[in-house]
C-alpha cells in the first residue's frame, strides 16, 4: 500500500474527474427528475463523502436529504412516496457488505438508486441500481485518500448535473499541485511544532462536517492518534473542553465568519494550553492558518474535496514519526475479522 503516491494522484484526478464521469451523468434515467427526497448512503469515508457533498445536493435540488447508514436503510427504508425520491449510494470498493444490501433493497423497493462505485467488477455494480464508476484506478482497501476525494468530486459533479450547473476545472490540476505540495509542508510544520499530540479534534460546518469526519478518521486509521471530529457548533459547545495543553485542534473555516470564530476560539483556547490550527479556505485571516494557498474557484463549489490534502499528509507524517515506514491502517489485519467486506472470489 503506498498512500503518499495514491495522494500524489489526486490532482490530475480530480481535475478531469467531472468531464469523466459527465457523459456517463448525462445518461441515467435515475437523474432525469429533479429528485424532491434525496437519502444518502454509505459508510465509513463514503459516508463523510456524502456528509461533504450534501450541502451542494441539497442546494442543487431543493430536496429533502437525509442520511442512512447502510444498517439503518436495512432497518427502516424510506416509505413510498408521491416526491420523487432518489437514493445515492456510495461505496469505492463497491464491497462493503451492508452497503451492498441496502443497494439491493433500495432497487427491489423501486426507488431511482444511483450507486457510486470504484470497481465496475464489485457487488454493488451488480444490484441493478444505476453505477458511476470513479475512473481513478487503483487503491487497495485500507486508508482511502484519492477514493475519497474522487468520491466527494463525482457527488458534486451529480449535484451540479442536477443543478443544471456544469463544474469549472480549469486551471484546478495546477491549483491542485500547488495544494497539495503545501499541504505536504504544512502537515510537516504542525509535526515539528506540536510533537505527536495526545488527542486530535477536528470541526468544521456545513459540508466540512464531512470533511472533519474524514480528517479525524484518516488521522486514528494511519496513526492510532485518539481522534474525533464535529461540527464547530458542536466543539464550540463542549468538546473543546475535552482536550489538554498535549491535544491539538484543527478547526476548517470556508467563509470570513467562520475564520472569525476559529480565530476567537484559538485565542480563547490557546491561552489554556491545548495547541489549535486552522484550515482556511476563506479570505479573512487568522493567526492561526496552515500556509495553504487554496485553488480560487466560483462559489467555494469543490473545496469539500481538497480540505483533506494537509489531513491526510498530517496522517502520514504523523505515522512516520511513529516509526511507520510505509504507513497504512494501524491494526492491518483488523477489517478481515470483522467481515465488514464481501471478499473477491479467488479462482
Ligand atoms: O467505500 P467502501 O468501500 O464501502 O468502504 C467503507 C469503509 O470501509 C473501510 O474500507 C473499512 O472496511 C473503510 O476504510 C471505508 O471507509
Request: hydrophobic share 45%; with cysteine; charged share 15%.
Amino acid at each position: 500500500m503506498k498512500i503518499d503516491l495514491y495522494m500524489h494522484e489526486q490532482p490530475k484526478l480530480l481535475a478531469s474527474l467531472p468531464t469523466a464521469i459527465g457523459d456517463i451523468l448525462s445518461r441515467l434515467s435515475t437523474l432525469a427528475v429533479k429528485p424532491e427526497r434525496l437519502v444518502l448512503v454509505g459508510t465509513g469515508s463514503s459516508m463523510n463523502a456524502l456528509i461533504a457533498a450534501a450541502t451542494a445536493l441539497e442546494q442543487a435540488t431543493g430536496a429533502l436529504v437525509t442520511f442512512k447508514e447502510p444498517e439503518a436503510f436495512l432497518h427502516l427504508p424510506p416509505r413510498p412516496s408521491a416526491a420523487p425520491t432518489l437514493v445515492i449510494a456510495v461505496s469505492q470498493s463497491g464491497r462493503s457488505t451492508s452497503t451492498v444490501e441496502a443497494v439491493r433493497l433500495s432497487v427491489s423497493l423501486g426507488f431511482p438508486t444511483l450507486a457510486i462505485v470504484g470497481d465496475d467488477g464489485s457487488p454493488l455494480a451488480e444490484t441493478g441500481a444505476d453505477i458511476v464508476l470513479m475512473p481513478i484506478g487503483e487503491e487497495l482497501a485500507g486508508p482511502k485518500t484519492k477514493g475519497y476525494t474522487a468520491s466527494v468530486l463525482s457527488l458534486l459533479a451529480v449535484a451540479s448535473h442536477l443543478g443544471g450547473k456544469p463544474l469549472e476545472t480549469s486551471g484546478l490540476e495546477a491549483a491542485l499541485d500547488i495544494a497539495l505540495a503545501q499541504s505536504d509542508k504544512a502537515a510537516q510544520w504542525l509535526l515539528s511544532t506540536y510533537g505527536i499530540p495526545d488527542y486530535i479534534q477536528v470541526a468544521g460546518q456545513h459540508g466540512h462536517v464531512g470533511s472533519a469526519l474524514e480528517a479525524s478518521l484518516k488521522i486514528a486509521e494511519i496513526t492510532g492518534v485518539p481522534t474525533a471530529g464535529f461540527d464547530i457548533e458542536e466543539a464550540l459547545h463542549g468538546h473543546v473542553y475535552g482536550t489538554t495543553d498535549r491535544s491539538l485542534v484543527l478547526i476548517i473555516a470556508r467563509d470570513a465568519a467562520e475564520a472569525k470564530v476559529a480565530a476567537n476560539l484559538g485565542r480563547a483556547l490557546t491561552a489554556l494550553g491545548p495547541r489549535l490550527a486552522v484550515c482556511n479556505l476563506s479570505d479573512e485571516p487568522t493567526p492561526y492558518d496552515l500556509a495553504i494557498d487554496w485553488p480560487a474557484v466560483p462559489e467555494s463549489w469543490a473545496d469539500a474535496t481538497w480540505a483533506l490534502f494537509p489531513f491526510q499528509w498530517y496522517a502520514w507524517h504523523v505515522a512516520r514519526a511513529k516509526g511507520m515506514e510505509q504507513p497504512g491502517m494501524i491494526y492491518p489485519n483488523l477489517g478481515k475479522q470483522l467481515n465488514v467486506k464481501i471478499r473477491p472470489v479467488v479462482v
